[in-house]
């Protein structure tokens, strides 16, 4: 009888004291985890960053640490609580997250054009990440993951701005029209684009006292220049530089191996008419527009090899052997429609056109399960809102398969073919735009911020992951995985 009643003690002994010990430790963490990073205060491992807008009404801002193990955004022994990241205090939305877990940081950058740097190992914002801060609101911001630098494209101001944060300097070129900045991981690469022409520019930096090129648009500072911006493309018999295959140029993204920049002509989708109405993306070795190639005449010889047709471009991504563009096209009944092209590298030519989400596409990435990702934002005025069919914004493609499909799955009029987890305006078929996309890597699913709320998907087949306990208190702006072993998991 003592015998029972002592292992009865034990028992209940070891239940209550299951979370010190004696039973499944759901945190168990080694010293330091992968690239000698400190297990953080939240002692989550699978971290996804959330960047939230209007977290306490209109102006608020806020960071908060979602579990991406367990789908659930507290400590499994404190069910009600949160993790924000300490030190965020902006009073401005959230723009974006560059996200850097191989350097265990990141930076967030704001609406206001204030910056914020965020330890991943403390889980603690720190601001004024410029100093001197940008002297103007970015409408197209890099920063490389050594911190060094930041790009800023301010298409209000017309200004290049590069803030160089060793020296505490802004160096601020004149260039109307600027409005997004294209950058390859090393900075080795930075391209400047302007709004509704087809200029691409590209930085040189010089070597001390050296003399700055014949054709740079801008130098500075004037009086001892250190960097130049200078045309990408053919000098013209009357002196100027452009390259007639670039048709209303939107960004430019590079090979894993960094030799070629895939310089993407949006064409018609962005106010291109006549000639400029062709999308194209146009394959150019980098090692002619690299920021320390300075021309040996002023004959400038364009760096594009490969010109390749496309139904629509705004986005792109590669994994060295095939190239996927993105972007939208216009039919007969004047809407837009969504197209994936796909492009084997081996022959240069689309080899399948898919149909994908319809909307202005901004997000790409590799996932688990040979898939790949598609964002996209305002879907529902395109071609698929037209024809009443699912015009959500997501797009999974089975790289294998060579199938897409729109995520959620849905059929607009149907009693039963709705959004599993409606958002606050409760439309039974549309989730909003999509502006956050993160891959979790090795756990089957991405993460998104999706018509301003968290939802999260099955890499596997597409479907929705419960996200009751993902849900967040204001609107989700960007999300990014904070324990990848890569920087380009999102």
Not at 218 to 226: A, G, W
Not at 245 to 263: E, K, L
Not at 323 to 337: E, I, K, M
Not at 369 to 376: C, F, R
């Amino acid at each position: 009888m003592e015998s029972a009643r002592t292992g009865f003690v034990l028992l209940l002994l070891c239940a209550t004291a299951l979370l010190a010990g004696c039973g499944d430790r759901p945190y168990k963490t080694t010293q330091y985890l992968y690239a000698g990073r400190p297990v953080p205060p939240s002692k989550l491992t699978k971290r996804v960053l959330t960047a939230i807008a209007n977290t306490g009404g209109a102006g608020s801002a806020g960071l908060e640490i979602l579990d991406a193990s367990r789908d659930i955004r507290f400590n499994v022994y404190t069910p009600n609580s949160i993790f924000p990241v300490s030190g965020f205090s902006a009073s401005s939305a959230p723009v974006s997250i560059f996200n850097f877990p191989e350097q265990t940081a990141g930076v967030v950058y704001t609406a206001d054009g204030s910056s914020y740097t965020v330890n991943y190992g403390t889980e603690a914002a720190s601001g004024a990440t410029f100093n001197p801060a940008l002297p103007s609101v970015s409408s197209g911001i890099q920063i490389p993951s050594d911190l060094a630098f930041g790009y800023s494209a301010e298409e209000v101001a017309g200004q290049f701005v590069i803030a160089d944060r060793t020296a505490g300097f802004n160096y601020v070129f004149s260039l109307p029209g600027a409005f997004r900045v294209a950058m390859n991981p090393a900075h080795t690469v930075v391209l400047v684009l302007t709004r509704n022409n087809d200029s691409v520019y590209r930085l040189l930096r010089l070597n001390t006292a050296q003399t700055p090129p014949a054709g740079a648009t801008n130098c500075q500072p004037i009086t001892q220049p250190v960097y130049c911006i200078l045309p990408v493309g053919n000098s013209q018999a009357d002196g100027t530089v452009s390259d007639p295959s670039f048709h209303r140029p939107q960004n430019a993204y590079f090979s894993p191996d960094g030799s070629q920049a895939y310089i993407l002509s949006c064409g018609r989708e962005c106010g291109g008419t006549g000639a400029d109405a062709a999308p194209a993306v146009h394959l150019a070795n980098t090692d002619t527009i690299r920021t320390d190639a300075y021309p040996t005449s002023a004959t400038y010889t364009t760096p594009v090899v490969n010109t390749i047709p496309v139904a629509g471009a705004t986005v792109a991504i590669s994994d060295g052997n095939t190239l996927y563009v993105a972007g939208q096209q216009l039919l007969t009944d004047n809407h837009f429609s969504g197209v994936l092209s796909v492009i084997p590298l081996a022959s240069k030519t689309v080899s399948t056109a898919l149909n994908i989400s319809d909307g202005t596409h901004t997000k790409m990435l590799f996932a688990d399960d040979n898939t790949l990702w598609i964002g996209s934002q305002n879907c529902a005025s395109g071609e698929r809102a037209f024809r009443a069919q699912n015009d959500n914004c997501l797009t999974r493609l089975d790289i294998s398969a060579v199938t897409a499909s729109i995520v959620p799955a849905v059929t607009p009029g149907s009693s039963t073919a709705t959004v599993p987890y409606p958002n606050e305006n409760l439309d039974p078929y549309y989730y909003g735009s999509l502006t956050g996309l993160c891959w979790v890597e090795g756990l089957h699913k991405v993460y998104t911020a999706y018509g301003g709320q968290v939802h999260a998907f099955n890499t596997v087949d597409g479907s929705e992951i419960n996200n009751s306990n993902i849900t967040i208190q204001g609107t989700a702006i960007d999300v990014s995985y904070m324990d990848a072993t890569t920087n380009v998991a999102n």
